[in-house]
């Protein structure tokens, strides 16, 4: 088992890693403000056209749109991108000599950044829309503490649902196109753009035997008050009991990528 305290200086160094790109985060504090504006006008049109439109008031879905772009701006890394490039360029060797579990240095790494993006992107962020828009607090005390269970959860699925993608460098050598179709079914089937509620019931249906869903509608539904009591922590250990596959499936499958590995450059 890797050693915690070396795990916590993985982190470490994603966090200083980051900061050699921290320009980029206050302009994504603008990008993110100017997101959320324009689903503003368009769900202030759709809800003024049909206020019955869906289960959620206008403020409550402008709150969830906001803080979902907020969590997303938390929990999202790069983890397969870097991996894939690590491999293709021999730089993976390095990283296999050291006494540390590849996986969790790198998922440790994820955590590391995401603080970083929590600190310097989502927290600005949201102080910037709850300042301008009509947002919504937590539902409660007990809310916002399951809530920030939950984005933990994000993080680490995020993390591990990555790194599987990344391991497929070892056998496919290019994985852009799996990159685009993993990015774009994320964002659809976690619930980011609408509430899953809103979708038709076979798409439903399939996004309750997916994790996806546990990346960014859980902790949204929880935040609102809308997933509460036992309803609010049984999606909670499904969240972590999908963190807990998938990091395990990742172990796994990395160990079985490993049997044929080629190393090309360094």
Do not use: C
């Amino acid at each position: 088992m890797t050693n915690p305290r070396a795990l916590a200086e993985f982190a470490k160094i994603g966090f200083i890693n980051m900061m050699a790109f921290r320009l980029r985060y206050y302009t994504g504090i603008v990008t993110y403000f100017i997101n959320v504006t324009v689903y503003y006008f368009i769900w202030r049109a759709v809800f003024d056209a049909d206020p019955t439109f869906a289960s959620l008031r206008f403020e409550e879905m402008l709150t969830y749109v906001s803080l979902g772009w907020v969590i997303r701006s938390i929990y999202f890394n790069n983890i397969d991108v870097q991996l894939s490039q690590d491999i293709l360029e021999g730089k993976i060797t390095a990283a296999l000599l050291k006494p540390v579990d590849l996986q969790a240095s790198i998922v440790a790494r994820a955590a590391g950044e995401a603080l970083f993006r929590l600190l310097m992107l989502a927290l600005p962020a949201a102080l910037l829309l709850f300042a301008v828009y009509p947002l919504l607090p937590p539902a409660g005390p007990i809310a916002l503490v399951l809530f920030v269970a939950a984005v933990t959860g994000s993080i680490l699925l995020v993390a591990a649902i990555n790194f599987i993608v990344g391991a497929f460098a070892v056998k496919m050598k290019s994985i852009l196109g799996l990159l685009r179709a993993k990015f774009y079914l994320m964002d659809l089937l976690s619930g980011l753009i609408v509430p899953i509620t809103l979708y038709p019931p076979p798409l439903r249906e399939l996004s309750e035997w997916l994790p996806f869903q546990h990346i960014a509608y859980t902790p949204l539904m929880i935040y609102l008050g809308k997933s509460s009591g036992g309803q609010a922590w049984q999606a909670l250990g499904i969240t972590y009991l999908w963190v807990f596959l998938l990091l395990g499936a990742g172990w796994l499958f990395w160990r079985w990528m490993m049997r044929g590995i080629t190393i090309h450059g360094g």
